[in-house]
């Protein structure tokens, strides 16, 4: 098991919220052991949700990311090959500057 699957074990460390309430959490980088919270779960049905991570350059692993930012996943545990994080992933980057409709720097 390496050092963020291990944080990530943590029940504290993954932030649960309902997709129906307005929620403010500072999200700390994946990578960043200290931080209170490192993913934000928002359960959709009883198997699909979506992980919303904080991707920074630091740590082990995310130095090498092509970049950094917020990373939302969608997931279903009702598709057997895709429970408990063990298949591929397919991930599309979308970045937003600050001439694009919705960005907000």
């Not at 307005?22 to 990578?31: F, H, K, R």
């Not at 931080?35 to 934000?40: A, N």
């Not at 991707?55 to 995310?62: E, K």
Request: aromatic letters at 6%; a negative charge.
């Amino acid at each position: 098991m390496d050092e963020v699957e291990t944080r990530l074990d943590c029940p504290g460390k993954v932030r649960v919220v309902d997709p129906k309430k307005v929620s403010e959490i500072v999200l700390g980088p994946l990578e960043d052991g200290s931080s209170e919270t490192l993913v934000i779960k928002i359960p959709l049905t009883e198997s699909k949700f979506y992980l919303v991570e904080n991707r920074q350059p630091i740590g082990s692993f995310d130095p090498y990311l092509p970049g950094k930012g917020v990373l939302i996943m969608y997931a279903d545990d009702s598709i057997e090959e895709c429970r408990y994080g063990k298949s591929p992933v397919k991930l599309m980057m979308q970045t937003l500057c600050p001439q694009s409709p919705g960005c907000c720097l």
